[in-house]
């Protein structure tokens, strides 16, 4: 018996003292997944689109003082400043869930007519610290209230809630082409928000 | 006498009022099991609560059975006055407890620390209430015995000890918004050896509040918690305690992203009995927090958040001439943090280190004095902290004079001191590797009566509270910055009733009155209710193959004029802003069938109270609710 109850106490302190040692900044880190760093190199067109697959593009959009430009033509992407003149050639622009077309329209999936691009001077914000101040910075710009329906950002509760609309976004680019866009992800691997998933198809 | 008192607070309070058999189980038995309870908390040594001058509420096992309460917050609410849980930035729960916030009020389950917070509270939901002997709560400062953050009292959950051959409980609860509660309780003791297994689950939906708010939609998730703990006794002189837990919750509060909250613990104690007069307690304990964001659309789990807990304990007692107990000991922690609000999602960590003493002096039948002080040091900040206790008890007839000075601390934690965080880009909070740490001198005077069935006690206040940190706006800075704060003043007084007839019927009315002065221009304001009050009334009868209780529990709380800053970066304007006042009542309505079968049916917030505005402080109600649950006893039925 006393034999049994000397195991019985060696085995409990030693079980702790390999807790004790091994637990220090925590245990079950292999229930968590590991994010892959975003380095850049990721970015851009990730898949073109084929007859019979989708194309993939992922941008960094979480800078409010920058367009994103996408040229579907050439596949090329162009991040400039919100005050910088426009590229030459480009067919949708994003800052951060905003969108806007060149010259294009926009029909959701589920409705009957397209929508063009309006002037705004009060919704594409390029400045949120001065929300301290009892404001925000804006710029004016052209803006895509359809397209940018891909994302419901709801602001009246803090942090906002964000809700994907999942549907397919129908781009007339104005010069006979068409295509389909979704927003898919607006979150990097670790959670980031403002980087843009969108798969794309020509009509 | 001190052996007499451990005996009864390892074997007799350590049964638990469910265990005791079903004849006793009346309210004068329950009465007297109240007042001759063993409680803990407020000396770190065993004493009868009726001889305690630590004036300690207990919560027992048939109280939290009668509030049929999931979590700590819930049965807190529900049966203490002065407590508030309310919600905070992104619906999360903030405790306020006589103008005391979460990250000053120490909860600990078996005399241990819980790791983890989100905005300065602990995650309540991690304190379920399943295998729970019973609940002390200690108020004002207590730093003298239990180090930082005992600045306005100490709620210490205590689990119960195995003492039947085995045990057997299965238990349900379905109610409003699809609200499922399902617990099991296995428990076994022979010879040396006994153990008590707890599984509880729980979920409810999301939904929608009936009108607009500060919040117009409750978030809704599930959790689950594993509990496991043993003792062995080797021999008479010794008995070891061994614990193991986890806890997982998940919340839904955005479609894409599932906030996901988990816990480990474990721990082992070991209590040696050197003679009637000495005793030496050592104990390791472990408790891991960790926050995650689980993305849907990637499938990914990505950690965000991990406080690690390792602390050692050692406590030591000695009696002299059996009756005054010197008790000394000391804890080494050493606390580690990995957050997302740390630049570059980076970790902290230090090593805190205490020694304290107490002499409990009983020179008198009817005089009790207790002193006691406890110094801690922390690493990090090379800080160090003297706290130090004097409470005296005096008996006269049927009453009890109760008297003490208490101080309090809450030293800074490695989040207040190091922070970097991005609020969305809209401004930057840093931390105050500089603080100092908060501190409290708490003065508390009372006076109870006892006659037979009654117990009456009024009792009144005073903390002075000095170096409150909070975060105030930092022109330079052009963020907010951790700072302390000019002292706040929070008074006010304490009554309770309680009183119970052979017939079946017992009530207990409980008000306070708190009274909290901030400074003008400060970076912060009060918005503490000035009065609050509960209200329990149940009866009860038994008979051989069913019993019955009813219980009606009511809570008040008065309406709070709120002096709110009208600019996020400067404190020098206020506007009047008025909370009302509201009630709310449950009933609940528990039917015994035969052996251990308990059938409860509920209705929660009985009046239909709806706000018409949800503030951050209106409770989460959609109107009146029904649930119903169900409580079997499986080894009852084998017994005669």
């Known amino acids: 018996m006393a034999i049994k109850v000397n195991r019985i106490c060696f085995s409990v302190m030693t079980g702790a003292a390999a807790m004790l040692l091994s637990a220090c900044n925590g245990l079950f880190s292999s229930v968590y997944d590991t994010p892959d760093a975003d380095t850049g190199s990721e970015f851009g067109f990730v898949s073109a689109a084929t007859d019979n697959n989708l194309g993939k593009i992922y941008i960094d959009a979480t800078d409010y003082e920058r ?137 | 006498m001190r052996n007499t008192i451990l005996a009864l607070a390892l074997g007799i309070a350590g049964a638990g009022a469910d265990n005791v058999p079903e004849e006793q189980d009346s309210l004068d038995a329950r009465w007297n099991t109240l007042l001759n309870t063993v409680v803990i908390t407020g000396t770190r040594t065993p004493k009868l609560l009726k001889n305690s001058p630590i004036l300690t509420r207990v919560l027992s096992s048939s109280d939290i059975k009668s509030a049929d309460a999931t979590n700590i917050s819930d049965l807190l609410q529900s049966e203490l006055p002065g407590i508030e849980f309310t919600y905070s930035m992104n619906q999360q729960v903030n405790l306020n407890m006589q103008g005391f916030g979460g990250n000053s009020v120490l909860f600990l389950v078996d005399g241990e620390r819980v790791a983890g917070e989100t905005l300065d509270n602990i995650d309540y939901n991690r304190l379920n209430l399943s295998n729970v002997e019973r609940i002390e709560i200690v108020k004002g400062g207590a730093s003298a015995l239990y180090g930082s953050n005992a600045v306005g009292g100490v709620i210490n959950i205590i689990s119960k000890e195995q003492s039947q051959p085995w045990t057997l409980n299965l238990n349900g609860r379905y109610g409003a918004h699809n609200e499922q509660r399902y617990g099991a309780v296995a428990g076994f003791s022979k010879g040396i050896f006994s153990s008590a297994t707890t599984l509880q689950y729980n979920h409810i939906n999301s939904y929608n509040m009936k009108n607009e708010g500060d919040y117009t939609r409750f978030y809704g998730g599930y959790n689950w918690n594993v509990k496991e703990r043993f003792t062995v006794t080797p021999f008479s002189q010794l008995k070891l305690t061994g614990r193991l837990g986890y806890y997982f919750r998940q919340r839904n509060a955005q479609e894409s992203t599932r906030d996901r909250y988990r816990g480990f613990s474990g721990g082992l104690r070991g209590l040696y009995t050197f003679s009637h007069a000495n005793d030496l307690e050592v104990s390791y304990s472990f408790d891991q927090y960790d926050k995650s964001d689980y993305m849907v659309l990637t499938d990914k789990d990505v950690r965000k958040y991990s406080n690690v807990q390792n602390s050692v304990r050692a406590i030591y007692n000695h009696t002299f001439a059996g009756k005054h107990i010197l008790t000394v000991g000391g804890d080494v922690m050493r606390d580690y943090l990995l957050s997302y609000q740390f630049e570059n999602n980076g970790h902290k960590s230090q090593v805190t280190a205490d020694g304290m003493a107490q002499f409990d002096m009983n020179f008198f039948d009817n005089f009790n004095i207790i002193a006691g002080g406890r110094y801690d040091y922390f690493s990090e900040s090379s800080m160090k902290h003297f706290s130090s206790r004097l409470s005296l008890m005096y008996k006269l007839n049927k009453w009890n004079f109760r008297g003490s000075y208490s101080g309090g601390f809450r030293a800074p934690t490695l989040k207040e001191m190091y922070m970097n965080f991005d609020m969305a880009g809209i401004f930057m909070i840093y931390g105050n590797p ?78 306070i009155y708190t009274h909290e002065h901030v400074r003008k221009g400060e970076p912060y304001t009060t918005s503490t209710r000035p009065h609050t009050a509960t209200l329990r009334l149940n009866y009860g009868r038994s008979w051989n193959n069913y019993r019955f209780n009813i219980a009606l529990h009511g809570r008040a709380l008065s309406a709070v004029t709120v002096d709110e800053f009208t600019s996020l970066t400067d404190y020098s304007e206020t506007e009047k802003v008025r909370y009302p006042a509201y009630t709310m009542w449950r009933l609940n309505v528990t039917q015994g069938i035969w052996r251990g079968i308990d059938l409860t049916l509920a209705v929660d917030n009985l009046f239909n109270y709806v706000p018409k505005y949800y503030y951050s402080n209106s409770p989460t109600t959609t109107g009146t609710t029904v649930s119903v649950g169900l409580s079997v006893d499986v080894d009852k039925f084998f017994k005669k």
């Open chain 2, 434 to 511: 500089n603080l100092k740490p908060e501190s409290s001198n708490n003065f508390q005077l009372s006076a109870e009566y006892t006659h037979r069935l009654l117990n009456f006690n009024i009792g009144t206040f005073c903390n002075l509270v000095d170096n409150r940190i909070t975060t105030a706006w930092d022109q330079t800075l052009g963020g907010q910055f951790y700072n302390n704060i000019s002292r706040v003043n929070i008074a006010g007084v304490d009554a309770n009733v309680a009183w119970k007839h052979a017939c079946g019927f017992g009530s207990r009315l409980s008000y």
């Open chain 1, 67 to 203: 367009w994103t430009y996408i040229n579907f033509n050439d596949m090329s992407i162009d991040t400039l400043d919100v005050n910088d003149p426009e590229p030459k050639k480009w067919d949708i622009a994003l800052h951060r869930y905003d969108a806007k077309t060149n010259g294009g329209s926009v029909m959701e999936e589920g409705a009957l007519e397209y929508v063009a691009d309006v002037w705004t001077t009060n919704v594409i914000v390029t400045d949120m610290s001065t929300m301290m101040d009892g404001y925000l910075s804006y710029t004016e710009s052209f803006y895509n209230p359809k397209l940018s329906k891909w994302l419901d950002v709801d602001k009246s509760t803090m942090p906002p809630i964000y809700t994907l609309s999942g549907k397919r976004y129908f781009v007339n680019l104005g010069d006979g082409r068409e295509v389909a866009l979704r927003l898919i992800n607006f979150m990097n691997e670790s959670g980031v928000k403002g980087f843009l998933t969108i798969e794309y198809q020509f009509m």
